[in-house]
């Protein structure tokens, strides 16, 4: 265990120890109060409504070790000799700006580390790769991953600076801009980088699935020397610059491949697709072996697929990246299928949305055996000038995949329910909403026993108070 001490923090971030002992260890951070545990290092962070320096008392009360925050915050404001007084072994530091002095502490922790790191980006699947990932390099090592969406300019330095006496780690690198991948890229290190595909999410920052590409291909500025880059070989993008850097005379680092269409490293045959899960065979090594994947979907085989190519990267035996594919956990919001007490399938895919994955959770709900198969669609954010346009494709993908009914909300669904009719789409069969509470009522006159329920829209929406309420039912 290799813990960061009140020093380390004064000399890298060129901090001000105002209350409490240098020698002082600090082993855990986090920058909320509601999950501060005690003992704790609480960092505070400028946010949009909220400045989280304010809250260093209260983060004290509920036994916070230490607090780091940001000097123009709060250093007028301490009151330095009531703080010792109420609690004498408090751990007070100032620095200039707590995001960078936070993001220079993961870079020192993660230097005193020799181990395995998966770095993972892409347009969707994020999450879910880590996840499958994490079960498989579980099978042989202790590995510390990405708590939720901890993917962040923030978020990432917090989850590296979790580790302790984990021998592996496994982390995601989200970004909404160009430059910021490449920032987390060189905190976090990888010895082996993920891109699971390039797709829209973004589009309306960056301009072009261009930019997307060059945006997500800044993870190659940490990967480690002889580091070695898994990707998607189904992705256009991704395939595209792969027969180039094949015909490239610089190849600086090992790819390898995976898909389902295009000729690839990691490739599966005879897939079996269900609601429950899926079902393919895999020829590696002269030998067959039978895949079983817990979820359902195209893109889960695809994840399942990168994870048993990082499984032979680490020598991890066949039958523990079998077991450890069969079995992973999906981060909640992600695919969560649920059967509520009226006998309704509820799919929670609710914590994020972009194009890409719409299409992949209609096909999802297009392909389960039910007797009404119901979208329940909102907004998907941060798209720009690009916003009508993807809306509109997803309304070709809800008539495409057979959907018996289309419940929309938020302003720019409209484009999703008017491109459906469009397509031939049943208008009896659309209701447009225009807030959760409309959606839900909506959902309880419409749904029936033996019915499922897809339930996909950007955060921002909060379709999670839907599922709540429908799950109750």
Known sequence: MKNILVSDVIKICNGKLVLGDEKEELRFFTNSTNKLENGDTYVGFVGEHNDGNLFYEAAI?????ACILQRTSVETKIDVEKIKQ??????????????????QLATYKRSLYDIPVIGITGSVGKTSTKDIIASVMSKKYNVLKTMGNYNSQTGLPLTVLRLEDHNAMVVEMGMSELGEISNLTKIAKPTVAVITNVGTAHIGKLGSRENILKAKMEILDGLQKDGILVINNDNDMLHKWYEEYKKSDNKEFKVLTFGMENKSDIMPRDIILSENGSTYKIDLDGKTYNVNVAVGGNHFVLNSLCAIAIGRIFDIEMKDVLEGVANFELTKSRMQVEKNKSGITVINDSYNANYDSMKAALEYLGKINANKKIAVLGDMLELGEYSENLHEKVGEEVKKNNIDILITVGEMSK????KAIECGFEKNNLYECVNNQEAIETIERVAKKGDAVL??????????????NICEK
């Open 61 to 65: 009360e509920k036994g916070a070790k």
């Open 86 to 103: 109420k609690y004498p072994n408090a751990i007070i530091i100032l620095v200039e700006d707590t995001i960078k002095a936070i993001q």
């Open 415 to 418: 484009y999703i329910a008017n």
């Open 455 to 468: 339930l996909k829209a950007s955060n921002g929406l909060n379709f999670q108070e839907i599922f709540k």
